[in-house]
């Protein structure tokens, strides 16, 4: 049994103590509830704490909750170590003072609710420190008096916990976070603000954080100063959970998280042909690839990461991942720390269903379905605006729902004709649901959520089609964020709106026959998605980004970061192996649009490459994503930070490996050629199969798939028909139907497993 490399980064000395460090260097954990960023300073540590809904109106937006600083008597210390478990989602500092050698270790935990603090020393009675969170950014008004923005908060120390309280005042978010120091030997002493431990052989720390916000759907439809209960203090419940979570030991605590964590991160590994844990630490290893040398573990790493960032900041019962995760520092968040949905968004989730982490969407299904009543409400008040005549009686839900663009946990943006993306951004959103279900093929996912919906989309779009040379077109059309002299186009039928529509309209069709639903609307429907000419071929041979688009670039652009025009390519799918001459053109416009740009736009160019069965400029992408959107501590930048990028190269690097959105199972679809050799396990294809897979000199050699779903199988790789194929123990035989050379109809039941294996035999995984 071969096993994974531990997936870790690490480094030799502390992030600068500076918003820069924040951003490039210290290290990131987060359980939902809560986002931490640990800096590792010896004389003093740095925390610092963001909670998703602390949250001033969408221009400032996400503020920083605390800071919190921990002063240890320690100079001059040797074998220093800063490191982020991705296995265990741990955060040790190492280091030794004197003939002492001192460890912190840090998680937060998803099942207790907490950020946990351990610091030990190897002599007893050897570790003092003092504790001393700070509430940042307090003001009265955030940027002229009277703008309603201000903040409070207050630090009181007593027994062994500090507390933080306060409120932010726009939306009269009431916050407290407690502090809870629970030492083993010596003593804690009250000083002031700050609590100071001295003597002590170890030390427990636990934060809790909590404010008075909820996601229901009345905190989007209410006004101001009615969306949270202003008299609601999150006290009782921080209490709760800190009382809870001291009932427990480190041991306990640490268990709890590592069952809860583990059982999530632990379903996908992957290893691209390196034998050992490279000896350098991580801001080496990446400044080696940054001058050209090619570092496999690295490239694992960072697959590996973007999972554990997603881990970290999108769990049911929380808010979703932002732009930003879970993680601001800032008193006003970089582009407000929102919810983007003219693709930052959509990447955001991208990974979650081939990296076999569908439940982390819960996050962002529960959160889309809170504001869609207020979407419904938006959607109303577009049509009304723009005279529609087909309008459905509004308050009844039955004109769809709508995104702008921004949403953010108190509000979100209507569509108006001068957005700068079009009603296709709608659709975008809604294809994410057809995915849950299509990776999971779970019917109660398809009824309860996906489908409602498509549908309440489908819905809305219908309402912005006009008839044109004998198509549907959308308008207003923009194509996300396009620009002539400083001013966003708009147009009639751009490529963006048309092929989201396409693809909402043909997914919603596809669930309704599914479910067996059939009505006068989905019959509509179905003469809709043959009129959309979603795909048209330009002069340059490219995709035309707009229908009176002739060369390439003549509109717009020419090296945008958005490659909207492609959407049909990836996400979607009506760009594929079976329709080639849209295939050529597509490759044409990737070429045409270039490599270079921010860095989730590289990660969007990644993923589409690797559509195209191109894995030589996939990879390029790769190490390019890697080289120039690339921080030291792996976090993507725009700049600045954005984690969309990381989120976006973990499922392009998946995409790579293996591919199922024409009905098969492609293993190594987009395999480059500097793959030469390794393995993966766990990644999942649609009809909710598992796969394993082992390939040497760029050729399958093993190939493990388990049904989850009992739906039939179909697998194309060259010469897979002359693969042995056993059950997953290795014997017997499984039926199958063979179509040609490279086809093979596997039949599974639900649960069961196969290998299929190359002759001559080899090593099992």
């Known amino acids: 049994m071969k096993t994974y490399l531990p997936m870790e980064l690490w480094y030799r000395k502390p992030a600068p103590d500076t918003t820069a460090g924040w951003e490039s260097c210290a290290l990131p954990l987060g359980c939902g509830y809560l986002g931490a960023k640990v800096f590792g300073g010896i004389g003093t540590e740095r925390i610092q704490i963001t909670e998703n809904s602390l949250a001033n109106p969408y221009r400032p937006g996400l503020n920083n909750f605390a800071e919190t600083y921990i002063d240890f008597p320690h100079r001059g210390v040797k074998n220093y170590r800063r490191s982020l478990s991705l296995d265990d989602a741990v955060s040790r500092v190492e280091y030794d003072c004197g003939e002492v050698r001192y460890t912190r270790e840090y998680f937060a935990s998803y099942p207790d609710r907490v950020l946990v603090m351990r610091f030990t020393a190897s002599e007893p009675g050897c570790l003092s420190f003092t504790l001393r969170p700070e509430i940042p950014y307090i003001c009265d008004y955030h940027s002229k008096p009277g703008d309603g923005m201000g903040k409070s908060g207050q630090i009181t120390a007593a027994g062994n916990t500090i507390r933080l309280t306060g409120q932010m005042a726009y939306y009269q978010i009431n916050f407290e976070g407690q502090y809870r120091v629970l030492p083993e030997g010596g003593s804690v002493v009250q000083e002031g603000k700050t609590l100071r431990v001295t003597g002590a052989d170890s030390t427990l720390v636990l934060l809790a954080v909590g404010t008075n916000y909820h996601m229901t759907p009345e905190v989007f439809l209410r006004p101001v100063k009615e969306k949270l209960n202003s008299e609601e203090f999150p006290r009782e419940r921080v209490e709760a959970i800190l009382d809870a979570a001291q009932e427990k030991s480190y041991q306990e605590l640490l268990e709890r998280h590592l069952s809860d964590y583990r059982a999530l991160y632990s379903r996908v590994s992957l290893s691209l042909g390196d034998q050992a844990v490279p000896k350098h630490p991580t801001d080496q290893l990446l400044r080696r690839h940054k001058r050209g040398a090619r570092v496999p573990y690295l490239e694992a790493l960072y697959f590996q990461y973007g999972r554990y960032l997603l881990i970290a900041s999108s769990r049911q019962g929380c808010l979703p991942a932002n732009l930003q995760g879970i993680w601001n520092v800032h008193n006003d968040s970089p582009w407000s720390a929102g919810y983007w949905h003219n693709i930052n968004q959509q990447m955001n989730y991208w990974p979650s269903f081939p990296t076999n982490l569908a439940e982390l969407f819960v996050s962002y299904s529960d959160f889309n379905e809170a504001f869609r009543p207020a979407a419904e409400r938006k959607a109303d008040e577009y049509l009304e605006q ?99 002299k400083g001013k966003y186009y708009h147009t009639i039928g751009c490529a963006f709106d048309q092929q989201m529509i396409y693809e909402n309209a043909k997914r919603t069709l596809q669930a309704a026959e599914i479910l067996g639903k059939a009505d006068g609307f989905l019959d509509r429907l179905r003469d809709t998605l043959d009129r959309l000419d979603p795909v048209q071929i330009g002069a340059s041979g490219q995709i035309k980004e707009f229908r009176e688009e002739q060369k390439y670039g003549e509109i717009g652009e020419r090296r945008h970061r958005h490659i909207s025009q492609l959407v049909g390519l990836y996400p979607g799918t009506l760009i594929n192996t079976k329709t080639p001459a849209w295939m050529k053109a597509a490759k044409r416009t990737l070429r ?163 290998m299929l294996r190359r002759e001559p035999k080899i090593q099992k995984f």
């Open 386 to 484: 723009v005279g529609d005549q087909n309008i459905v009686p509004v308050g009844t839900g039955e004109n769809g729902w709508i995104i702008g663009t921004g949403v953010w946990p108190y509000d979100l943006e209507g569509l108006n004709p001068e957005s700068h993306s079009g009603p296709g951004t709608g659709a975008f959103t809604a294809l994410l649901f057809w995915d849950y279900y299509d990776f999971t093929r779970d019917r109660n996912i398809l009824e309860q959520h996906a489908y409602p919906a498509l549908l309440g989309m489908a819905k809305f779009l219908s309402h912005v089609l006009v008839e044109k040379d004998g198509h549907l077109l959308a308008s207003p059309s923009a194509s996300p964020e396009q620009q002539i």
């Open 592 to 754: 045409l649009r270039g490599d270079r740009s921010t860095g989730w736009a590289m990660a969007h160019r990644l993923n589409a490459w690797a559509r195209t069965g191109d894995g030589n400029h996939a990879y390029h992408l790769f190490r390019l994503l890697l080289k120039r959107g690339t921080l030291p501590n792996l976090w993507d930048t725009h700049p600045p930070f954005q984690i969309d990028g990381n989120f976006g190269g973990t499922s392009g690097v998946a995409e790579m490996l293996l591919q199922s959105h024409e009905g098969c199972i492609r293993p190594l679809a987009a395999l480059p050629r500097r793959w030469k050799k390794g393995r993966f396990r766990g990644i999942v294809a649609r009809g909710n199969f598992v796969i394993d897979a082992a390939w040497r000199d760029h050729h399958l050699t093993e190939l493990k798939i388990l049904s989850r779903a009992g739906e039939p199988c179909v697998v194309e790789y060259p010469g897979i028909t002359s693969f042995i194929r056993t059950g997953s123990d290795g014997t017997g035989e499984i039926p199958c139907k063979f179509e040609g050379n490279d086809r093979v109809i596997l039949k599974l039941s639900q649960g069961a497993a196969c």
